[in-house]
């Protein structure tokens, strides 16, 4: 029996099959998909995060790190704001991977320094499982909260609403350094409920009660029926009109 014995001048091809059985689905979030559901334990106790949305809007914000200084004025501002977002049917809860025991006792300097008691829910993502489903941490990161650093938690700064039909209105991501402006948040909040009832949109820079904006798929006939008081035309796809109330 004879057996080749490539030499160097023989050329070897290898064919490698791979299995990609074991390879995830990392899921990408986008505006109006819907807000993945989850389980969690909280300072109000475990939480189903649709159920909890109920018939309302929702904030759900997520911070680095309890016990660090810029988070800490926020956690406050949101806390004196909550009464706004109430009047607007909407419901705020906040997430870091610390533990609900962290976040309890947080919440004592929190008043302290903000003069303001935190009433609203906190999420402890302490197997990190929330921020990875709303893609804050990578799919693949690994362990829990223990021995995690703001800075490794940098990119759980997110503001993500959710609209009462349980699909993603907003996504916000900020940088460690800079602190949210939560009045931005409610200006927003006000222009989605504005726009999710009445065919308009918001111009730059608008504050609730100001002119809006005719969507350019209403017609100037439909525009007569809708909006009887009449409108400014800049252009034809520039219609100015009264805020609708």
Sequence with gaps: M???????????IFIFVFDTSYIGTVMTLKLNDEAPNFTANSTHGGIDFHKWIGDCWAILF?????????????????ATM??????RNCKVIGLSVDSVESHFEWEKDIEETQGVSVNFPMIGDTDLA????????????YGTSEDRTALNNSTVRSVIIVGPDKRIKLMLTYPMTTGRNFDEILRVLDSMQLTSTYKVATPANWENGNDVIIVPSVSDEEAREKFPDGWKTLKPYLRIVKQPK
């Design 82 to 87: 909550e009464k706004e977002f109430a009047k």
């Design 62 to 78: 997520s911070h680095p790190k309890d016990f660090t200084p810029v988070c800490t004025t926020e956690l406050g501002q949101v």
């Design 2 to 12: 004879h057996y080749f014995q490539p030499d160097c001048d023989t050329i070897e």
């Design 130 to 141: 929330v921020s990875k489903l709303y893609n804050m941490l990578p799919a693949d990161e």
